[in-house]
T-cell receptor, first 115, second 112 residues
Framework: DSGVTQTPKHLITATGQRVTLRCSPR?????VYWYQQSLDQGLQFLIQ???????AKGNILERFSAQQFPDLHSELNLSSLELGDSALYFC??????????????FGPGTRLTVL | TQLLEQSPQFLSIQEGENLTVYCNSS?????LQWYRQEPGEGPVLLVT?????EVKKLKRLTFQFGDARKDSSLHITAAQPGDTGLYLC????????????FGSGTKLNVKP
């Protein structure tokens, strides 16, 4: 158990819909990262927040948005969903700001299926 | 095209054999990390290598960072079924700390 929690574990929805994925970081961690893992693209970095502020942006689509709240939990919002958005979405957390040197602890993931 | 290319993509070996997984890029990385991911779970960090030429050992696993910091390797000695999983290298480029990249992954299956 990494200490990072993600809800829901599974999500099935239809094209065009909007969903919200939730992540609670490990106690004491200030950074939250979101990743998308699909069979054809592998693990892709989407976005990082540090202490409530956006820190780094990866390959995040404009239809996707995220935020980190004062209690440090984070939400990833996916809208106008397409079949290709079906994937595993992981949240990770770390103490500091640097993904390349910090230890990131990954949650169990949310499996999103868009029908 | 992935910024970090891993080879081989798949590896199926017998228990007790040795193996090496490679992670290559044309870009210079500030550091590289290796993760292992098991089905249905998130990746777990194994090691971080920071200095060019650095070698780190973790029991039967040996990690090396290339001198030019563009490549890395993971060598497993006497593989065991418990080593089965997806191995991923990852890092941030030296000229852009703000984007974190994962490699394409190597799926290892160790048969008893």
């Amino acid at each position: 158990d990494s200490g990072v929690t993600q809800t829901p574990k599974h999500l099935i929805t239809a094209t065009g819909q909007r969903v919200t994925l939730r992540c609670s970081p490990r106690s004491g961690d200030l950074s939250v990262y979101w990743y998308q893992q699909s069979l054809d693209q592998g693990l892709q970095f989407l976005i990082q927040y540090y202490n409530g502020e956006e820190r780094a942006k990866g390959n995040i689509l404009e239809r996707f948005s995220a935020q980190q709240f004062p209690d440090l939990h984070s939400e990833l919002n996916l809208s106008s969903l397409e079949l290709g958005d079906s994937a595993l979405y992981f949240c990770a957390s770390s103490v500091g700001t640097g993904a390349s040197t910090d230890t990131q602890y990954f949650g169990p993931g949310t499996r999103l299926t868009v029908l | 095209t992935q910024l970090l290319e891993q080879s081989p993509q798949f590896l199926s070996i017998q228990e007790g054999e040795n193996l090496t997984v490679y992670c290559n890029s044309s870009s210079v990385f500030s550091s590289l990390q290796w993760y292992r991911q098991e089905p249905g779970e998130g990746p777990v960090l194994l090691v971080t290598v920071v200095t060019g030429g650095e070698v780190k050992k973790l029991k039967r696993l040996t990690f090396q960072f290339g001198d030019a910091r563009k490549d890395s390797s993971l060598h497993i000695t006497a593989a065991q079924p418990g080593d089965t999983g997806l191995y991923l290298c990852a890092g941030a480029r030296e000229d852009n700390f703000n984007k974190f990249y994962f490699g394409s992954g190597t799926k290892l299956n160790v048969k008893p």
